[in-house]
């Protein structure tokens, strides 16, 4: 569906649930990683774009303690509810622990909401794909809490830590901030190059010499809030109490290459010395793509693109063989100029700088092998650099 569909759909569902009157709507965007993945709670940088793809809500504020929540993307539609100052986790699973994680990670922050709201979401980011809908989701209502309660003094980067904490802190998910940051601070056409322990960050114009970002959906789901995601970022931690006999450092992304395979023995765990040269050589080929890409040096992007999905595959062990496989049929295709998996991993998506001219023939070759082998179809989505979360103009 095009905006103007979605939006119309949505403003006809919520009068069906809520009843008629005035709602305000709001939409923050999904976000895909160019390069730079799983560095973000590691100190380093990362280079992510926002989506035209994201989450999108109606809104309209109650004068009891009521918040009445509902999601077009749960097959009933069903109304969740909750009071004012109950902010208990729910049963591990319901979407509705998103929301309320940036509820109460407000109320920690002294933002006390004086009545409840009534709010219907819908997303048209695949479940699961790794493309951030959570975190869409996160800052979205964070933005639209901030606005229809006045709450000024929470910036628009604020959305971002809001929503990390409660992904973090409330859901249980121990995710760095790139995935709220690309959604709270996204830019039509430029790609942000983000240092995460500093929070310094510029606006890149994506000038893909006639290529296109292609988004490829494995339809495999990953369970980011499974052991296995927080396990990387233990043993990443771990790590770094290792180093520490040898460097003065609190995260990996402060490390060189060179000053990691100096100090590498320290770590005498074989798997922790992996994830960390993950972390460490990740963090480095993103500031050498970001530096390709202002020269216009398209082709190294692609190479250090390629070179960061298989550390992610061998030495940080996120992928899966069917992403594998996508990547490696991408890599043998004329045109092609990089590709690797994208997001937390464990499945989800991969991401694709191809040119135009090949854009059809890498779609028809990955859909047949893809089909043949996995007996489905990859879902592919060409894509552009979109803004940050806003309140839409009615």
Request: aromatic fraction near 10%; hydrophobic fraction near 35%.
């Amino acid at each position: 569906m095009q905006e103007k569909e979605i939006l119309q759909n949505l403003r006809e569902k919520f009068s069906e649930l809520y009843g008629d009157g005035d709602v305000a709507l709001y939409f923050a965007p999904g976000r895909v990683n160019l390069i730079g993945e799983h560095t973000d709670y590691n100190g380093g940088h990362v280079f992510p774009c926002a989506l035209t793809l994201g989450t999108y809500a109606a809104v309209r504020k109650r004068t009891d303690d009521k918040i009445r929540m509902a999601s077009l993307n749960m097959n009933d539609a069903a109304i969740e509810e909750m009071t004012l100052g109950d902010y208990t986790n729910k049963a591990e699973g319901s979407w509705t622990n998103y929301p309320r994680g940036v509820i109460w990670a407000m109320s920690e922050k002294n933002f006390t909401i004086p009545t409840g709201f009534e709010v219907l979401y819908y997303g048209n980011i695949p479940a699961g794909s790794g493309l951030s809908s959570s975190a869409s989701l996160e800052v979205l209502t964070a933005l639209f809490i901030k606005d229809q309660y006045g709450f000024d003094a929470v910036e628009q980067l604020d959305l971002a830590f809001l929503g990390q904490t409660a992904e973090s802190d409330f859901v249980g998910m121990k995710c760095g901030i790139m995935d709220q940051f690309a959604s709270a601070m996204g830019k039509e056409n430029a790609a942000m190059f983000l240092e995460t322990d500093t929070m310094k960050f510029d606006y890149l114009p994506l000038k893909l010499d006639a290529a296109k970002i292609v988004i490829t959906n494995s339809m495999v789901k990953h369970e980011l809030a499974s052991s296995e995601y927080n396990t990387r970022r233990s043993e990443c931690e771990s790590a770094v109490q290792d180093l520490q006999a040898k460097y003065d450092i609190k995260t990996l992304g402060e490390l060189s290459p060179e000053q990691f395979e100096e100090g590498k023995e320290l770590i005498a765990d074989e798997t922790k010395r992996k994830r960390a040269k993950h972390a460490v050589y990740e963090n480095d080929r993103t500031i050498r793509a970001v530096e390709a890409l202002k020269q216009n040096d398209i082709a190294t992007f692609g190479k250090l693109m390629n070179e960061s999905h298989v550390s992610l595959r061998d030495d940080y062990a996120v992928s899966c063989p069917e992403i594998d496989d996508l990547t490696s049929w991408a890599w043998e295709i004329d045109g092609v100029v990089g590709s690797r998996i994208t997001g937390g991993g464990f499945g989800g998506c991969t991401v694709s700088i191809i040119k135009e001219a090949a854009v059809d023939t890498y779609k028809e070759t990955a859909e047949k092998k893809y089909q043949e082998k996995y007996g489905k179809k990859p879902e592919f989505y060409v894509v552009d650099p979109g803004a940050g979360a806003h309140r839409i103009s009615q």
